[in-house]
């Protein structure tokens, strides 16, 4: 079955500090494997996602994830906080089989950026 | 473009009353999926719905239901309310079957729903 875990609720990092949110993942095929990010009272927006080729992805504000397969994680990184990053931040997972399989979502990371 | 839509942005029912969410999907998109967040939970998906076929369901029950329109616009309706339904219900949308492509699925702002 396909799944995705988000080790850790809450994530507290400092300004100018580099930041880390972890995700493990599970599928039975080859992994498609999305960031978002949602902010207070409003929906979820896409952050980056991996599907083939080389194992860092660059995304939207800054952010990137790298995909390891040996240890089936895809942990979303930023050189530098900013205050403005704090929010929730979701991973989510679909395997690559033309399955009609929905996505699956982690149950979220707590980010939040001191001043 | 336009995003993805919802309405109405907050709902509060009391149990046993029904509700139906709406949501239109970002122009030239045909697939619409549904999700349940609550802090506990989490996104739980609901279902997904693809040239006004139902594709997948999730583990919810049968009070849970949808439709989607020629127009790709989605409703979601929920009959007996309980108050474990309370949660924001977001919608997604994207080109094509969400299961079935590398497609990112694309969020409208969601709809508050609380039970009373």
């Known amino acids: 079955a396909q799944s995705v875990a988000q080790p850790e609720d809450q994530v507290n990092v400092a300004e100018g500090n580099p930041l880390t949110v972890k995700c493990t993942y599970s599928v039975s095929g080859n992994p498609y494997l999305f960031w978002y990010v949602q902010y207070p009272n409003r929906g979820l927006q896409f952050l980056l996602k991996y599907i083939t080729g080389d194992n860092l992805v660059k995304g939207s504000y800054g952010f990137e994830a790298e995909f390891n397969k040996s240890q089936t994680s895809f942990h979303l990184k930023k050189p530098s906080a900013l205050v403005s990053d704090s929010a929730l931040y979701f991973c989510?997972?679909?395997?690559?089989?033309?399955?009609?399989?929905?996505?699956?979502f982690g149950t979220g990371t707590s980010l939040t950026v001191i001043p | 473009k336009a995003g993805v839509t919802q309405t109405p942005r907050y709902l509060i029912k009391t149990r046993g009353q029904q509700v139906t969410l709406s949501c239109s999907p970002i122009s030239g998109h045909r697939s619409v999926s549904w999700y349940q967040q609550t802090p506990g939970q989490g996104l739980q998906f609901l279902f997904e719905y693809f040239s006004e076929t139902q594709r997948n369901k999730g583990n919810f029950p049968g009070r849970f239901s949808g439709r989607q329109f020629s127009n790709s616009r989605s409703e979601m309706n929920v009959s007996t309310l309980e108050l474990g339904d309370s949660a924001l219900y977001l919608c997604?949308?994207?080109?094509?079957?969400?299961?079935?492509?590398?497609?990112?699925?694309?969020f409208g702002p969601g709809t508050r729903l609380t039970v009373l």
């Open positions: 989510a997972v679909r395997d690559g089989a033309d399955t009609g399989n929905q996505f699956y």
């Open positions: 997604a949308s994207s080109p094509k079957l969400a299961g079935s492509s590398t497609d990112t699925q694309y």
